[in-house]
């Protein structure tokens, strides 16, 4: 079965600091992973997928498959970053294209 | 809009009622996706459609039940309704209904916020 955790429910941080929100998985394949993002009264969107190894909106995140992560990392927080993130992964292997989530985390920047 | 459209935006009802929620996927998208958004479970997968035909099952209760139409829009059933079934259920599409080797990205609508009393 596959999971993924993301420990914090809640995270602040000042504007211009560091900001991590930390993803943990568990699956057994090889899996696809994502960062999806929901700002106020907005749609959950995409933010970046570990296969592009893109900076998207000054975050990153990279597939750590030893210790199972992907945490998404900015170093200077923005006032705008404030939104609700979710880390999700695909199961490649199955074919399947549906998502699994995790619980998410509330990143709120604080002016 | 040609994104992902979902009705009605709010719903209420009592225990023991049916509803229906509708959803129109993204103009080219053949693949319907539903999940549920609660409290304590966060974003489940429910169910997935492609051009009218099942794809794929996940935590659906058997009181739910879904379908993807000829005009390709999408509706969820929900029936003999509890208190726990107050959430907010998103509608995704995508164009394919499977990975090929990588994500088939999915365009998420507004969801539909049910409340059971």
């Known amino acids: 079965a596959q999971r993924v955790t993301q420990p914090e429910k809640l995270l602040s941080v000042f504007k211009g600091a560091p900001v991590e929100l930390k993803c943990n998985y568990s699956y057994s394949g090889s899996p696809e992973l994502f960062w999806y993002v929901q700002y106020s009264r907005q749609r959950l969107q995409l933010l970046l997928r570990h296969i592009s190894r893109e900076s998207i909106k000054g975050f990153t995140a990279d597939l750590n498959k030893g210790e199972t992560s992907f945490h998404l990392k900015k170093p200077f927080a923005q006032e705008e970053d404030s939104a609700m993130y979710y880390c999700?992964?695909?199961?490649?292997?199955?074919?399947?294209?549906?998502?699994?989530f995790g619980t998410g985390t509330r990143l709120t920047v604080i002016p | 809009d040609s994104g992902v459209t979902q009705t009605p935006k709010h719903l209420i009802t009592a225990t023991g009622q049916r509803v229906t929620l509708r959803c129109s996927p993204r103009?080219?998208?053949?693949?319907v996706y539903w999940y549920q958004q609660s409290l304590d479970q966060g974003l489940q997968f429910l169910i997935q459609y492609y051009n009218g035909e099942e794809r794929a099952k996940g935590n659906i209760l058997e009181r739910f039940s879904a379908q993807q139409f000829p005009d390709l829009h999408s509706e969820l059933n929900l029936s003999s309704l509890e208190l726990g079934d107050s959430a907010l259920y998103f509608c995704?599409?995508?164009?394919?209904?499977?990975?090929?080797?990588?994500?088939?990205?999915?365009?998420f609508g507004p969801g539909t916020r049910l409340t059971v009393l």
């Open positions: 103009s080219g998208d053949l693949s």
């Open positions: 999700a992964l695909i199961r490649i292997q199955t074919g399947a294209n549906n998502l699994f």
């Open positions: 995704a599409s995508s164009v394919r209904g499977i990975t090929s080797g990588t994500y088939n990205e999915q365009f």
